[in-house]
């Protein structure tokens, strides 16, 4: 079992910035991948990000391609989502989730533990 705790969450102006943490306990050596997904009020969830545990590579959306940006601490099991020049769209609940095996990134099935969501809200 792999437990994922999200934080970091508030607000902030438009074109402003914030980071989000992402913390994971328990089996973390089974973790291949750490997501992220967003989710508005009467939308769809979201792909946000991805970054491959074992190299570093990261994948992200088209939506924030270009500002938001992933980073990990594996020896301390945690990963960092940098949101910069925020727009009033990028509100949302932000899920960080745990991939155990080799998936396709930006698919919700493909990650196995979820956080519980921290609320990101961006203002004029």
């Known amino acids: 079992q792999v437990q994922v705790v999200e934080s970091g969450g508030g607000s902030v102006q438009a074109g402003g910035s914030l980071r989000l943490s992402c913390a994971s306990s328990g089996r973390t050596f089974n973790i291949y991948t750490m997501g992220w997904f967003r989710q508005a009020p009467g939308k769809e969830r979201e792909f946000v990000g991805a970054?491959?545990?074992?190299?570093?590579?990261?994948y992200f959306g088209d939506s924030v391609e270009g500002r938001f940006t992933i980073s990990g601490d594996n020896a301390k099991d945690m990963v960092y989502l940098q949101m910069n020049s925020l727009k009033l769209e990028d509100t949302a609940v932000y899920y960080c989730a745990a991939a155990t095996k080799y998936g396709i990134w930006r698919l919700g099935a493909s990650y196995d533990y979820w956080g519980q969501g921290t609320q990101v809200t961006v203002s004029t």
């Open positions: 970054i491959v545990r074992s190299g570093g590579s990261t």
